[in-house]
């Protein structure tokens, strides 16, 4: 797997992307991930010495939200589109992706994406940061509640705000 990520002119992560050849998910795995995605965040703050950057609780909801609402539409921002076609990745970049799946990656990544070609060869996970939800789906505002929070304690963690 190849973590793709690219900073601004600020050192600010502007796209966090990967993409890999294989994907083999069974139900354990996913039910593993749900478990360490439930690290509340005291748990968090004295493992790290950090808060957490989600608000657990409602992270998890969105969560929730987004695997009921499955597959569903978003648009790519201008930045990951960007990023992913001067990657050369093996997916055809076009700007409306549908997402087959969602997980979290934790600090590193928050809620992340899963684009799965029709193809089916290669795949794009891209954190919801990234994307952009289209305002008639019934957790859009949830979407972009999660991504000022997210975009503002990222900048707060580098020094820039």
Same mark, same amino acid.
């Given at each position: ?87 050369? +990745?093996? +997916? ?22 899963? +684009? ?44 820039? +705000?």
């Amino acid at each position: 797997m190849a973590w793709l990520q690219a900073y601004t002119s600020q050192g600010a992560p502007e796209v966090s992307v990967a993409t890999t050849q294989a994907i083999s998910t069974t139900e354990e795995n996913r039910r593993k991930a749900e478990e360490r995605s439930g690290i509340i965040s005291d748990e968090w703050s004295r493992m790290f010495g950090k808060p957490m950057l989600d608000k657990p609780e409602k992270t998890r909801r969105l969560l929730a939200a987004l695997k009921a609402a499955l597959p569903f539409e978003v648009d790519l921002t201008a930045a990951a589109a960007a990023t992913l076609a001067a990657q050369q +990745v093996a +997916v055809a970049v076009k700007p409306r992706q549908i997402i087959s799946d969602v997980s979290y990656a934790g600090d590193e990544g928050g809620i992340i994406c899963h +684009v799965l070609p029709e193809e089916g060869r290669d795949a794009i996970f891209i954190s919801l940061t990234h994307v952009r939800a289209h305002r008639s789906l019934p957790f859009a505002s949830a979407v972009i509640d999660y991504q000022k929070h997210r975009v503002k304690k990222l900048n707060k963690q580098q020094g820039m +705000v």
